[in-house]
């Protein structure tokens, strides 16, 4: 079984910010393989299925962000897999440009709350992730009101791709390509002329 978490905040007021990329890109997964993601189980809404050949379980912890841990650690306990080779985190990240993915085998929280969470009830830096971009937030902004502001159109046009680039990533991840998936995704993307 391989776990992919998609991190966000729980509630029709967070759809569609920042913040909750981790879920849209869990929600395109789901949409894309027909996986339905609307078990309640360790405090998240969890779903199976198969995707690219392999067992998966999608995973949208139902904590808030910065308690998302609590939702992961139950889940890791549960389904007793190896965190370095079957666990996979996605999540925002306000250094990388809009739509932007930066995939990594491991590393440390970098600032994001929830992965620090994930850290400390997990007790481990060394599991997948795959950062999303959504742009740094601007000089007068509070980090937090950034983080929980929606996007732009051109902006989300621009989170489609990086959603797609996202799932692309994940098909090969799962396989256990994740240097072939970095090789191919952490590329800088241009945006598209408008």
Do not use: W
């Not at 990240?93 to 990594?104: A, F, K, M, N, T």
């Amino acid at each position: 079984m391989f776990i992919i978490a998609g991190l966000g905040n729980p509630g029709k007021e967070y759809e569609g910010t920042r913040h909750n990329v981790g879920f849209d890109v869990i929600d395109r997964l789901a949409d894309q393989y027909n996986i339905s993601v609307e078990e309640r189980k360790h405090r998240a809404f969890c779903g199976k299925g198969i995707i690219a050949g392999q067992k998966v379980l999608l995973v949208k912890p139902q904590t808030y962000m910065n308690l998302s841990g609590e939702s992961i650690r139950s889940v890791l306990e549960y389904y007793k897999v190896n965190e370095t080779q079957e666990f996979l985190v996605v999540f925002d990240d306000v250094s990388l440009d809009v739509g932007q993915i930066r995939i990594r085998k491991k590393g440390s929280a970098g600032g994001h709350n929830g992965i620090k969470n994930i850290i400390a009830q997990t007790g481990t830096t060394e599991f997948q992730r795959i950062k999303i971009g959504v742009g740094e937030k601007p000089k007068q902004h509070d980090l937090a009101d950034y983080v929980l502001g929606h996007f732009s159109r051109a902006e989300r046009e621009q989170m489609e791709e990086g959603y797609d680039r996202a799932v692309k990533a994940i098909e090969l991840m799962v396989n256990g390509q994740v240097d072939e998936a970095m090789n191919e995704y952490n590329k800088k993307v241009n945006p598209k002329e408008s």
